[in-house]
């Protein structure tokens, strides 16, 4: 038998979660979020299921080229742009769109042979201060822009929002009013709402929408579950039960002796570990579902093993269902408990557990 360890994916509810951003922002279009192997979920599963989306963004032609290899023709658009003059020529062969965030790569637009034209996605920095051109680097580089043969005239005005999962912060007013100073009078296509400002901020939405976290079901904000905004978890962690040992008061389970049993009681072993993704910062306590029941995790989880604590389980046996996080069991709820958001956890389990389409458990 296979290693029980495995990531279900529901495809039902990726297209579930896209039709919830339709109708949160029915007049604009869908630029849906696809970097980071879909945030764990499988870029290419999940293109194909999202395919009533107007356009794909990903981080790097790696992920674009695998998109074209496996026949999405949808528009894909490289949220980093070029990294170098050669990526140009990529992005001419793989008939990509692209942002462009420095005055660097316009100087490589301004030298290539390509003929294009090529579909700029023109990235402004209002206050993130990561990527993006200065705003007032903004009129001199759509000029330049516009004079270079290769580049379509339709370019897309975009920003990022830093704060938007803080409803209320004052970043993203500032944001937003710089944003809107800046490209009113520009009768260009623009761009501003990941998925807290699709959920929030309706007065950003505009021509483009880019949700990434909400696809997959999940909520950009803190104490809130994907649930709470009528979406659906897209990833199910799941596993099974591969040894239930009964333990004496002062027994501990797991390295480091972490966990010390404070009475008699019954743990359970779980095949998955940090080595497919389950945070090694969750705290003892940490809810896990056994059998649909939820229990608590017993120590850290180690690289392919996890204890928790069977007490509550009636009729615990090798070979019951776990599930770890998804359906049941958000993982919001999980990540609180390792310190750390849904976004990580979701998009680092590893490629070594079986991904089953629709799997119900
Ligand atoms: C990742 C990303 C998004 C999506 O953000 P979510 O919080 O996952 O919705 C949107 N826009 C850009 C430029 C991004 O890099």
Redesign the pocket.
């Known amino acids: 038998m296979s290693r029980p360890a495995r990531v279900c994916i529901n495809l039902h509810s990726l297209r579930h979660n896209l039709s919830r951003v339709r109708s949160l922002a029915p007049g604009s279009h869908v630029l849906a ?1 696809i ?1 980071a192997d879909a945030y764990g979920h499988g870029i290419v599963r999940v293109a194909r299921a999202l395919d009533a989306a107007d356009a794909f ?1 990903v981080a790097c032609l790696e992920e674009a080229t695998a998109l074209r290899e496996a026949g999405i023709r949808q528009p894909v658009v490289l ?1 980093e742009g070029p990294f170098d003059a050669e990526d140009l020529e990529s992005i001419e062969r793989l008939r990509l769109q692209t942002v462009i965030h420095d005055p660097v790569q316009i100087e490589m637009l301004e030298r290539s042979r390509i003929r294009g034209p090529i579909k700029i996605w023109l990235k402004i920095d209002t206050g993130m201060h990561r990527l993006g051109l200065r705003p007032g680097d903004l009129n001199p580089c759509i000029e330049r822009l516009r004079r270079c043969a290769c580049v379509d005239d339709d370019i897309v005005l975009m920003t ?1 929002l830093a704060c938007a999962s803080e409803p209320g912060h004052v970043l993203t007013d500032s944001q937003l009013q710089l944003f809107s100073s800046l490209t009113a009078s520009m009768r260009l296509a623009r761009s501003v709402a ?3 400002a699709v959920l929030s901020i309706p007065e950003s939405h505009c021509d483009w929408v ?5 696809l997959y079901g999940v909520s ?1 904000f803190a104490g809130e579950t994907g649930a709470d905004h009528g979406l659906e978890p897209a990833m199910t962690f799941r596993t099974r039960l591969i040894a239930i040992k009964s333990l004496q008061a002062g027994d501990s389970v797991g390295y480091g002796a972490v966990w010390r049993c404070p009475a008699p009681m019954t743990v359970g072993i779980v095949a998955a570990g940090y080595g497919d993704g389950y945070p090694r910062h969750a705290l003892s306590g940490t809810p896990v579902l056994v059998n649909g029941q939820r229990t608590r995790l017993l120590g850290y989880a180690s690289m392919d093993m996890l204890a928790v604590d069977l007490s509550t389980i009636a009729d615990a046996r090798i070979g019951d269902p776990v599930t770890l996080w998804g359906e049941g069991l958000p993982v919001e709820e999980i990540a609180a408990s390792a310190a750390t958001i849904a ?1 990580e956890l979701i998009s680092s389990v590893q490629k070594r557990l079986q991904f089953v389409e629709d799997g119900p458990g």
Not at 210 to 214: E, L, N, S, T, V
């Open positions: 979020i970097k963004g949220l990022h990941n998925s807290a880019r949700p990434g976290i909400m950009p976004y």
